[in-house]
Each structure stands twice: as structure tokens, then as C-alpha cells.
């Protein structure tokens, strides 16, 4: 068994940085006695290098579970803005990937390394909870609840995010929704979301700390927008087809989203709900109507041998008041300041397309 020695035993420190040191040996407590514990238990645990030690001492720590889409977007930007910044994603390519852009990233699964998270949370100041609940287990952080409560209790968190969706309200016949209105999900996800985002509330009023909940519209941006998907020829994914024949569809760019992370995290407020969604709600094929024009008018001739998607696709679709909503952003505006920078799809479309030089320039 390999054994290494540490000085007065073992103390928990924040995430695992790209260089791992080097098993400690050799080192005694303070009298005499040398302290042991598994080096596989150290390179699980301590999770920092010791060079980095310095980057805990600022007052803006966040830790980002699920640096997906969203995530890692917001967390190149505040890293931008000099925070300490750490995460997690489940897929090891990716984590090479987040590493060479700088980050500190740890492979997350549900059933292994969530107990070994609560471990480092207390050493953030900021926390935003990116992952979406499982089907039969619920939020896998939160089933951990009494003992993720204890961890924290004594640390220093003082900001807690949960990303939600406007999913949990479920149906509305096509009515305006604010965040009073009941939330009444129709699937099993939405449910769990649902009941995801009352624990993460219930665990900050139980903390002190400010905590939100953002119900997110249809997320869109650079390389995962109706222009992305008309110039790679993408099929629908299965919540696209869902979505393309609803008379209303409410979405939001992925930067504003980060401005409304950033205003909350300025502005904080106690236990509080925002929709976070733009200000049209727009079907799904008059978006797509839009990209297709915007593809054709800088590109003449790339799409004249295809017929438009949506057009051809949506002819013959059912159900179309499926999920009939439109999603208020009032509250978010009035209390968190914001002004949108791209207040509908024309804009966010308008600006991902001058950022793209050629078509094949999509991000993957």
C-alpha cells in the first residue's frame, strides 16, 4: 500500500489544478509523530497544487458545476474579470480541453465524486449549479442535502445560482407567466427541476446566503443557433422537433444570460425566482425564416440547392399548442437592472452571423 506522511493530518484545500504535485513523504506532526493516509486519498482530496496555494486568498472564488454551454462562457468571462475559477464536466476530452483554456476542471459522476465535492465547497465564495437533475435519483448534490448543509455551514460561501427552465411551468393556453404563477411541469424532468430548485433554495435560506433560481428560455449563441444549424445541415434534435410548431417559443442568448449571472451576483437578493428569457417569444420557424435569410444574404448561393427546414418540416406537425407559454422577464429587469443586449432572436442572430468570417466557421 502506498503511504504518504503529512503534517498534522490532512486539510481539506479547493480543487485539483492541472499540475498534481508529487506524493509528500517524510514530513512529522508537530510532535514527532508521523501522520499517514493513503496517497490515492491525498490526489482525490487535496485537489490543489501547492504553487496555487496564493489564488485562494481572493475574495472571488467560484466553483461552476457543469461548465456545459452556459458554463464555461460565464466562467471565461468572469475569469476575464480576475476570479479564481474552478468547475466540473463529465467527459474527459472536454476536461482536457477546459484545462488548456485554463481552468481547474474535475470530472464529475453522480455516483462517485459528488461526496468528494462537498469536500471543497466550503473554500468558495460563489456557486452556480449547472447540472441538470436525473431521472430517478433528483439532483445529484442534493441528495447529499444534510451533509452538503453541515459542509457548508462554517465556510465561505456567500452567493448560491441554480440554472433552471421555464419548462416547470408546463402550460398556460398561451398566456403571459411571471414567476408567481404556479408551476406546473408535464414531465418528469421538469418535475425534478422543480423540485432541484427548492432544495438549492431551501439550503441558502438555511446558510444566510443569497440564493437564486433562473428559469432559463431556449439557450442560443456562437455555435448553437438557427444560423449554426441551417449552414451544418444539423437534423433537429428531439426538444427542436418538440418546439417547432408552438406558436410561442421563449429563448435568451447565452451572453445575456451571463449578464443576468453577473447583476445577481452584484445585486444580491435573498431566495428569489427570475425568468430569464428575452423579450419575443417568437415561433421557432419564423426564427429559422430569419437565419435562413441572414445565411443567404452573406453567403448568396450557399443554401440554393436546399429547401428551408422549417417550411418543409413543420407543414404537417400535431399538438401545436404543446407547451403554449410566454415567459415574463419583468421582474428579472426591474430588480436585477438589466438591459438586454439582445432583446429578440433578430439582434442574437445578427450578431453571431457578423462574427463569422466563412460558414464553415461554425464552432463545433
Not at 282 to 309: I, N, S
Request: charged fraction near 20%; charge should be positive; aromatic fraction near 8%.
Amino acid at each position: 500500500m502506498e503511504i504518504c506522511q503529512l503534517s498534522g493530518g490532512f486539510a481539506t484545500l479547493p480543487f485539483q489544478s492541472t499540475h498534481v504535485p508529487s506524493p509528500i513523504t517524510n514530513v512529522s506532526s508537530k510532535d514527532g509523530t508521523p501522520t499517514f493516509i493513503r496517497c490515492s486519498t491525498i490526489r482525490a482530496a487535496v485537489n490543489l497544487s501547492y504553487s496555487e496555494k496564493s489564488e485562494w486568498q481572493s475574495p472571488n472564488r467560484m466553483l461552476i458545476l457543469g461548465m456545459g454551454f452556459v458554463g464555461r462562457i460565464f466562467a471565461e468571462k468572469i475569469k476575464n474579470q480576475g476570479w479564481v475559477v474552478s468547475g466540473t464536466c463529465t467527459n474527459v476530452m472536454k476536461k482536457k480541453e477546459l484545462e488548456q483554456s485554463g481552468f481547474d476542471v474535475h470530472l464529475f459522476n453522480a455516483n462517485e465524486t459528488a461526496l468528494m465535492i462537498l469536500t471543497t465547497l466550503k473554500n468558495y465564495t460563489h456557486l452556480l449549479v449547472s447540472i441538470p437533475p436525473l431521472e430517478g435519483t433528483g439532483d445529484p448534490m442534493l441528495k447529499h442535502g444534510e451533509l452538503l448543509r453541515s459542509t457548508l455551514m462554517n465556510g465561505h460561501l456567500q452567493w448560491l445560482g441554480y440554472l433552471s427552465s421555464t419548462g416547470v411551468y408546463g402550460h398556460s393556453g398561451g398566456a403571459w407567466v411571471d414567476e408567481d404563477y404556479p408551476a406546473n411541469p408535464t414531465t418528469e424532468l421538469g418535475r425534478l427541476r422543480l423540485s432541484a430548485e427548492k432544495g438549492w433554495l431551501n439550503l441558502g435560506r438555511d446558510l444566510g446566503i443569497s440564493a437564486q433560481v433562473f428559469r432559463l428560455g431556449g439557450i442560443y449563441g456562437p455555435g448553437r443557433s438557427s444560423v449554426d444549424t441551417i449552414i451544418k445541415q444539423l437534423p433537429l434534435s428531439e426538444g427542436q422537433k418538440m418546439r417547432r410548431a408552438r406558436q410561442y417559443t421563449s429563448r435568451i442568448h447565452v451572453d445575456d444570460i451571463c449578464q443576468v449571472l453577473s447583476a445577481s451576483i452584484d445585486k444580491p437578493s435573498a431566495w428569489n425566482v427570475y425568468n430569464v428569457v428575452d423579450d419575443d417569444p417568437a415561433p421557432r420557424e419564423e426564427v429559422f425564416a430569419y437565419a435562413w435569410d441572414l445565411v443567404e444574404k452573406k453567403w448568396p448561393g450557399l443554401l440554393k440547392h436546399r429547401k428551408p427546414r422549417e417550411n418543409t418540416e413543420s407543414s404537417n406537425e400535431k399538438g401545436s399548442s404543446r407547451g403554449e407559454k410566454r415567459v415574463s422577464n419583468a421582474r428579472m429587469k426591474k430588480e436585477l437592472g438589466v438591459r438586454l443586449w439582445h432583446p429578440s432572436y433578430k439582434s442574437g442572430l445578427q450578431s453571431i452571423i457578423n462574427q463569422m468570417d466563412q460558414p464553415y466557421q461554425c464552432s463545433p
